[in-house]
């Protein structure tokens, strides 16, 4: 596609469940990144994937949080157990590659609310 | 202390100002330097990107980056309403994949 696609746009959950977040990233790019963004805040870094491994998962909060490209292309941010604390928008990225520092293409994010 | 450093604002101009907004960071390893506008529900959008220390222009915008003093601008000349966003440091050292370093963002409102 043209641009970086995620779903849902908005995601409503009750406190305890799992949710699923949805990358769809542009066409060929390598790199792909997730951000997570609170209200007032920057985007904070929590993994990226050169092609299907994650190179760099160090942002991830702790081990509710895991994000999955098994074919190289389209990611899934995968959250367990959400708690209040989760509610974010969460912002998804390519780059052609990893040394592409001014490639980086956000999508819209997914805005998660726990409840 | 966070690695970036940036007012939040919210700051309001008339249109047709000069605005300037800046960061400040810690991590002398930073040497990509980037501001993103971010629209209202919308991704950032890339805006203006330099690489270590001096000045880029691009029509309506200028980034300054001083490395010495670790300190980065961003000035936006004759401001249109159109400009009203949150705007976005971020910087990189350039390795380990790029990940991006970002301030909290500075909202901007550009009044008629």
């Known amino acids: 596609g043209a641009g970086v696609s995620q779903t849902p746009s908005n995601k409503v959950t009750e406190k305890g469940k799992y949710v699923e977040l949805r990358c769809d990233p542009i066409s060929g790019h390598t790199a792909l990144y997730w951000y997570r963004q609170s209200l007032g805040q920057g985007p904070e870094f929590l993994i990226y994937f050169q092609g299907t491994g994650a190179a760099d998962d160090s942002g991830l909060p702790n081990d509710r949080f895991f994000a999955v490209r098994p074919e190289g292309s389209v990611s899934t941010l995968k959250i367990q157990r959400t708690e209040r604390g989760d509610s974010a928008v969460y912002l998804c990225a390519s780059s052609p590659t990893e040394a592409s520092v001014w490639g980086y293409t956000f999508g819209s994010g997914t805005r998660l609310t726990v409840v | 202390q966070k690695e970036v450093e940036q007012d939040p604002g919210p700051l309001s101009v008339p249109e047709g100002a000069i605005v300037s907004l800046n960061c400040t960071y810690s991590?002398?390893?930073?040497?990509?330097f980037m501001w993103y506008r971010q629209y209202s529900r919308k991704g950032p959008e890339l805006l203006m990107y330099?690489?270590?220390?001096g000045n880029k222009e691009d029509g309506r915008f200028t980034a300054q980056v001083d490395k010495s003093s670790k300190y980065i601008s961003l000035f936006i000349r004759d401001s249109q309403p159109s400009d009203s966003a949150t705007y976005l440091c971020a910087m990189t050292g350039g390795g380990g994949g790029n990940k991006l370093t970002f301030g909290t963002g500075t909202q901007l409102k550009v009044e008629l």
């Open positions: 330099t690489y270590s220390s």
């Open positions: 991590n002398s390893a930073f040497q990509y």
